[in-house]
C-alpha cells in the first residue's frame, strides 16, 4: 500500500521559511513522478514543484520560483520543499502526490491534466503566514 506523509507545515511570519517533507512508503517502483500542490481557502489546488525520479530538475510555478526549491531523496523515497521569504498569499494547504509511473516531464505533473495521474496523495500539511 502506497502511503505519503508530510510534515514540517507550521506558522511562520512574512520573509520566514519552512522545509516541508514528504515520506513516501509503498511505492512498488523507482520510476515515478512526484510534486507538490497547495490548495488555499476558496481557491482551486495548484501544483507548484514538480519532478520526477528520472529527470534531474524539478519544475516550478511562477507563484513560487525562486523562493522555493524542491529536492527529492531517491535513496530515502522522501521529497522535500525548501520555503523561503514566505508571503501571506503562501499560506494553504500544502499535499504531496506520486504516481507509481512516469507519464510525462516534470512540468506535466504540476498541471491539471497531469493531476490526474498522480494517484496517491499525502494527508496535506497546514501552512500559514502571518504576522
Known amino acids: 500500500q502506497v502511503q505519503l506523509v508530510e510534515s514540517g507545515g507550521g506558522l511562520v511570519q512574512p520573509g520566514g521559511s519552512l522545509r516541508l517533507s514528504c515520506a513516501v512508503s509503498?511505492?512498488?517502483?523507482?520510476?515515478?513522478?512526484i510534486g507538490w500542490f497547495r490548495q488555499a481557502p476558496g481557491k482551486e489546488r495548484e501544483g507548484i514543484a514538480c519532478?520526477?525520479?528520472?529527470?534531474?530538475?524539478?519544475y516550478y510555478t511562477d507563484s513560487v520560483r525562486g523562493r522555493f526549491t524542491g529536492s527529492l531523496d531517491a535513496a530515502k523515497n522522501t521529497l522535500y520543499l525548501q520555503m523561503n521569504s514566505l508571503k501571506p498569499e503562501d499560506t494553504a494547504v500544502y499535499y504531496c502526490?506520486?504516481?507509481?509511473?512516469?507519464?510525462?516531464?516534470?512540468?506535466?505533473?504540476?498541471?491539471?491534466?497531469?493531476?490526474?495521474?498522480?494517484?496517491?496523495w499525502g494527508q496535506g500539511t497546514q501552512v500559514t503566514v502571518s504576522s
Open positions: 519532478t520526477t525520479s528520472s529527470d534531474g530538475y524539478t
Open positions: 509503498g511505492l512498488p517502483t523507482k520510476y515515478y513522478g
Open positions: 502526490a506520486v504516481d507509481d509511473q512516469i507519464h510525462g516531464a516534470p512540468h506535466y505533473y504540476c498541471s491539471a491534466s497531469g493531476n490526474s495521474d498522480l494517484s496517491y
